[in-house]
């Protein structure tokens, strides 16, 4: 599985946009991009996945550049409640052909801020 | 829909004790996985399922046994703690088909002594 590089830390304003990066260079034709976070004493909660497309849900939105070596994770009125450690993970699609393995990093600890 | 159903919360045990991690989903999902969590080492997949009365090792399987009787229920087992168990423990199910991939209940925080 590709490896991921996201900041260890960022803060953001209660309302504002959070806008999550993560570098994932050597990622391969097959690979999507995968986010979780975790709230403090919980367990992940996925938020978004995707492939190439910028992908849309009810929780935020994933933007992939062009070359797929990038994204970011974007929170669009960040609350007190988004405060979390995300993860970006890069895989294969899950199916029943594979374990479901999901390989997390150190994330990024998210802050929002009154 | 309960989701993924973990217990105990907490769990103190001392080096050399047997106890057994419950989880149990009610979304009808055929695969079933236990991860530990330790400071600095991320989420690590100890053992997995894909059905009932199949299982397989993860990351990190050795002091650790597993079974899966049923499709709702896969219990973790130590079969005699040891302190470096002590960890955060997460059980996760997904539908072969679906999405979101992994639903995670909210852990077991075990300490051997």
């Known amino acids: 599985d590709a490896k991921t590089t996201q900041p260890p830390s960022m803060d953001c304003a209660e309302g504002r946009a959070a806008n999550l990066p993560c570098n994932h260079s050597?990622?391969?034709?097959?690979?999507?991009v995968y986010w979780y976070r975790q709230i403090h004493s919980q367990g992940p909660q996925y938020i978004i996945h995707?492939?190439?497309n910028n992908e849309t849900n009810e929780m935020a939105s994933l933007i992939i550049t062009e070359d797929r070596k990038s994204s970011t994770l974007i929170l669009p009125h960040a609350t007190l409640r988004d405060t979390a450690v995300y993860y970006c993970i890069v895989r294969p699609r899950e199916s029943s052909s594979n374990t479901g393995k999901l390989i997390f990093g150190q994330g990024t600890t998210l802050q929002v801020k009154p | 829909n309960a989701g993924v159903t973990q217990t105990p919360k907490f769990q103190v045990l001392k080096t050399g004790q047997s106890m057994t991690l419950q989880c149990a989903q009610d979304?009808?999902?055929?695969?079933m996985s236990w991860y530990r969590q330790d400071p600095g080492m991320g989420l690590r997949l100890i053992h997995y399922s894909v059905g009932a009365g199949i299982t397989d090792q993860g990351e990190v399987p050795n002091g650790y046994n597993v079974s899966r009787s049923t499709t709702e229920d896969f219990p973790l087992r130590l079969l005699s703690a040891a302190p470096s168990q002590t960890s955060v423990y997460f059980c996760?199910?997904?539908?072969?088909?679906?999405?979101?991939?992994?639903?995670f209940g909210n852990g077991t925080r075990l300490t051997v002594t």
């Open positions: 979304m009808n999902h055929e695969y």
């Open positions: 996760a199910s997904r539908s072969h088909q679906g999405s979101p991939p992994l639903h």
């Open positions: 050597t990622i391969s034709g097959n690979e999507y």
């Open positions: 995707g492939l190439k």
